[in-house]
């Protein structure tokens, strides 16, 4: 147990120095989830929410603790038992270690530095832990195992500081102010109404999904974009290239495809950046590329339709910046990309590195083999932010919320109470490709009375009343608040 502990340490001490994703614990955590059958990862998002890669690591480190455990009881008596559990883990760390997609040859070394540790120490205090006939020798033990947990700790603590010493903040702080070129007409007043959500989101609460177990940590001096595949020309970008750019400033809002009807997957920013179809114009995109596949620098993938990228209308941007500022770390620094009207996991990659011109027929972004559909426009959808579920409400009542249908413009929104549908005033539109807020004043008798949202879009469809889970293309079905009048 205790020689696990500093073979862990011992790994993730080396990590520091050759980056974050070799550490034998982080990798074997990434594999699990990248192995895990959908259904389970879905499980744990939805039971765990955010707190599902807590819930991950601590499950890794309770299975190697009793794995720990177990080869301490087998070597009871002979070391060979314990040495082979020790053995057959740091063989699962190297697996993991060598099946990161963003680590060069020094990878190897930190679950080589686990595995050499692991076979010491047990060797080292299986040969004092035997003879333990005397209580003296069994306190050194003790007191040797001791030495070794605080080692460890210390190994690993150091290792952690070491990880963070890319200054990833520092190197944000030093690209100051975005200058655009084209910036985004203010908001107008009256884009939101009191009770619903804020027409822009803050920074800070954006909804945040992605596969990171830890954040990718990216300096913008370092980073670089290569624009390869079916073009006539290959490009790189460094970040310097892009900034020197005419920037543009875009009002969109995203939605995540795993959102719940009613959920809280979706915002809006303004964004800063280049427009993508700039990019791909002048690599050149060659007839029969129906695919953008984007990687980001921790190995996620998405696939975009060519059209929707390349499409004006929608104006997808390699973004740099999000509401003023350079992109927050958590949301894609240095850069990423947004499609309007598709949802984030084919499309809005973080720490974006790589984009490459390809088919559907030929590769798969990340969450198709995981069960997800290929293409991912997102559906039209609305919410009711006011009144909540089960409140107690007085007989006159304002009800209000949001409805999006980015790319596709929202044209109606209807609030039915009861199974009678009243007609909702509409906020300023700001942009198809943003969201669009609504309210309707209603009276309700004394009780209890059910009350539903449904929008139709610019195209002329109205939100199907079927519920349909998030797997495989987005959920279906009305928002409905029960709440009681008095
Ligand atoms: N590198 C990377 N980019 C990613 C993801 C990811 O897991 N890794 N998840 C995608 C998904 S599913 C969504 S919904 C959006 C969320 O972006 P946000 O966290 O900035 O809101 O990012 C997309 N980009
Ligand atoms: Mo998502």
């Known amino acids: 147990m205790v020689s696990l502990l500093a073979a862990l340490a011992a790994g993730h ?247 719940e009807v009613g959920g809280s997957l979706v915002s809006t920013a303004t964004f800063i950046g280049i427009p993508l179809r700039d990019v791909l114009t002048e690599a050149g995109v060659r007839p029969g590329a129906d695919q953008l596949l984007s990687t980001s620098v921790d190995g996620f993938t998405a696939g975009s339709p060519v059209d929707a990228v390349l499409d004006p209308e929608r104006g997808a941007l390699l973004a740099i910046g999000m509401n003023g500022e350079p992109l927050p770390v958590e949301h894609g620094f240095p850069a990423r990309l947004v499609v309007p009207g598709l949802y984030g996991y084919v499309s809005a990659t973080k720490w974006v590195t790589d984009l490459e011109l390809t088919t559907f027929a030929a590769k798969q972004g990340y969450w198709m083999p995981r069960g997800w559909s290929a293409r991912g426009p997102v559906k039209t959808q609305s919410r009711i932010d006011t009144p909540r579920d089960g409140a107690t409400t007085g007989t006159r009542v304002t009800v209000a919320g949001v409805a999006w249908a980015p790319a596709i413009g929202i044209r109606r929104v209807e609030v039915g109470v009861d199974g009678v549908w009243h007609e909702a005033e509409l906020a300023v539109e700001v942009d198809r490709n943003t969201w669009r807020m609504w309210r309707v004043a209603l009276d309700l008798s004394a009780g209890e009375h059910r009350i539903a949202v449904r929008a139709t879009d610019r195209s002329g469809v109205t939100q199907t009343d079927r519920l349909a889970a998030p797997a495989p293309d987005g959920a279906t079905g009305w928002h409905t608040v029960t709440v009681t009048a008095r």
């Open 13 to 259: 001490l080396v990590a520091g120095f050759v980056g974050p994703a070799a550490s034998p614990f982080l990798a074997v955590g990434n594999w699990v989830r990248d192995l895990s059958p959908h259904p389970v990862t879905e499980w744990a998002k939805e039971t765990f929410g955010t707190a599902d890669k807590l819930v991950l690591f601590a499950g890794v480190a309770l299975v190697v603790l009793a794995c720990a455990a177990g080869a301490g009881v087998l070597a009871r008596t002979r070391p060979a038992p314990g040495l082979l559990v020790v053995a057959a883990l740091g063989v699962v760390g190297f697996v993991a270690v060598l099946g990161r997609p963003d680590l060069g040859q020094l990878g190897i070394a930190a679950p080589a530095a686990s595995l050499l540790t692991g076979a010491t120490v047990f060797s080292l205090l299986h040969r004092r832990a035997v003879p333990l006939a005397a209580d003296r020798g069994r306190r050194d033990f003790l007191r040797l195992s001791a030495g070794v947990v605080a080692g460890a700790g210390a190994l690993g603590g150091l290792g952690q500081v070491l990880a963070s010493r890319v200054d990833v903040e520092g190197s944000r702080r030093a690209v100051g102010r975005l200058r655009v070129a084209e910036p985004a007409p203010p908001v107008p007043p009256g884009a939101d109404f009191p009770g619903t959500a804020s027409f822009i989101t803050a920074n800070r609460d954006f909804y945040r999904i992605d596969t990171a177990l830890t954040v990718p940590r990216v300096t913008a001096e370092e980073w670089r974009l290569r624009v390869h595949g079916l073009v006539d020309r290959e490009l790189e970008l460094d970040y310097a290239q892009v900034r020197a750019r005419d920037l543009v400033e875009r009002p969109i809002t995203m939605a995540c495809v795993s959102n």
